[in-house]
C-alpha cells in the first residue's frame, strides 16, 4: 500500500446471484488523489463492484469504506451526497430536461443553500462552455448525440458539490476520438484542480495507460492484478484470462 | 339547429368545465409521472376533498370565504396522501415487489372500496352541497353559474401555480428529473423515497381541490368523483399519459367534444362523446396527443 491514506476502501467484498459468486471477497484500496482503472474481461465484475459502492446492490459480505466511514446499507442518494459518485454503463442523463438543467439536478444534492447552487450554476455554464455544448445549454438532452449524452452524464457527476470520488463505468464506450479526448483532459484538469480521485472501468488500454498509474484486474470476481498497465499486461495469467485460455 | 351564439356558448362551457377536468387529469398524471403507479382511488381523494370543503364552508368558514376553503380542503386531501402514500405505495419499491402495477392496482382499488365505503358509513347516501352565493357571470354570449366560473378561474390559478413550481423551482427540478430517471435522480442526490411522498401528495391534492371546487356546482355524495376520474382517465388517455401539457390541451378537447355535442347532437349522450375522440384518437396516435412511446428497455 502506498503512502497516502486510502480514501476508498473495500474489504472482503463478495456478492452471489443465485450460484453465481460476482464479486468474491474483493480488498480494494484507493488512494486519495489516485486514478485507478478496473479492467478485466466481460462478466468479470466490475459493475457489480461499482453497484456494491454506490448502495445501488447490498453486498452479502464485507464492507465499503469511504475515508473510513462504512456505506453498506445506505441508499444511493446518501451515498452520492457523501461524495461517492458515479457515471453508468448506459447513459442515464434526463431526456426530457435541458442540458443546463441536467446540470443543475445534482445540485440538490447540496441542502437547499444559496450559495453552493448560485455558484453551481456558474459553474454548469462554464463546464458546456468547457465541452463546446454551451448552445445547447436550453436544449433538451435528448437532441444530443450520442458521444454528447457521455461527456454531458459525466460533468453531470462533476457538479456534485460534495464529489470527492468519481467512480466511471465505461465511459469511453463507444466514443469517438474527439470526444474521448474532450473527456479524457476533463478527468485530467479536474484531478489536477480539485485533487479528485477517480476509478475508471474500462477496456480502452491506451486511455488507461495515458490516465492510470495502477490498474485492477478483476477476472471472474476476483482480483488477480494490481500494478501499471505496462507490468500487468507481460503477466502470463492475466493475458490467458483475458484471452479465455486455460492455464497450461 | 346551427347558430353561430349557441356554438359560442357550447364551446365556452366546453373550455370552462374542461379545465377543470384537467385538474384532476393532472393530479393522475402526475404521480404517474412520479410514483410510476396509477392512483385508481384519485376518485375517493376528489370526494375527501368535496367533503372537507362541504365542512369547511357548512360549519366553520361560510359560502363567502369559499375561497379559503378550498385552500384547506386541497392542503387537507394533500396531506392525507402524503401520511398514507409510505404505508400503501412505499412497499412498492422496498417491499421486493416484483410486480409493481398489479400491487399498485390492487392497494389503490382497496383503498377506492374503504374510502368510499368509510364515506357511506359515517356521512350516509345522502346528497349535500356546501351552497354558493355568488352572482351568476355573462362569458360572452354565455349566462354561467357563478360557482362554475369561479371553480374554472381557482383551476386556472392551480394549474399556474402547478406549472411554476414544476418549471421555476429546485423541488420542481427534482420531481423533472426523477420522472424522467429515478435511477439517475438517486445518482443526482435526490431522496426519490420521500419525493414520491410529496408528488402523491401533490397529485391528489389537486384531485381533492377539483373536488372542493366542484362541490357546489354539483353534489357531495360517497361517489360523487366517480364522473370526475373517468373523465380525467379519458383526458390521460388523450393528452398522453404522463404528459402536463397534453392533459391540459386533452381536458379542454374533452370538455368542448362534450358540450358541442351535448349542444347539437343530443345531450342524453354528453359523456359518450368524450369517448368517440377517446377512440379516435387511440385509433390515430395510440400514444395520446402528447404521449411518448415507451422504450423496451
Redesign the interface.
Known sequence: MNGAAPILETRGLSKRFGGFLANDAIDLSISAGEIRGIIGPNGAGKSTLINLM?G?LQPNSGDVLLAGESLVGR????I??KGL??S?QVS??????SLL?NL??????AV?TRDV?AEGVAKAHRLLERLGLARLADAPAKTLSGGQRVLLQAA?GFM?PSLSCYLLDEPFAGVNPVIKDQLIELIEEESRARGLTFVIVSHEMAVMRRLCRKVTVLIQGRIVAEGSLDEIASRADVIAAYLGRSFA | MWSLELFTQALIAGVVIGVIYALMALGITFIYSIVKMINWSMGEFYMLGSYAQYLIVAYWLGPDLWYVAAILSAATVFFVGWLIEPILIKPMFTGGIERRDDYATVVTIALLLLLRNLATAISGPYQRTPGSNLPGVMLGPLPESGARFAAFLAALAAIALFTFLLKRT?LG??L??TS??R???????????SLDKIAFGIGVGLAGLAGALLAPVFMVYPTDGVVTTTKGFEIIVIGGLGSVPGALIAGVALGVAESLGATFIASAYQNAYGFVLLLLVLALRPSGLFGERLRQA
Open positions: 454506490t445501488v441508499k444511493p442518494h446518501e452520492a451526497r459518485v458515479r453508468f442515464r442523463i434526463f431526456g426530457n430536461l438543467d443543475r439536478a445534482p445540485l440538490l444534492a437547499s447552487r453531470a456534485m | 429546485w427540478l427534482a423533472r428529473a424522467q430517471s435511477v439517475g435522480a438517486q445518482t443526482a442526490g435526490v431522496d426519490v423515497l
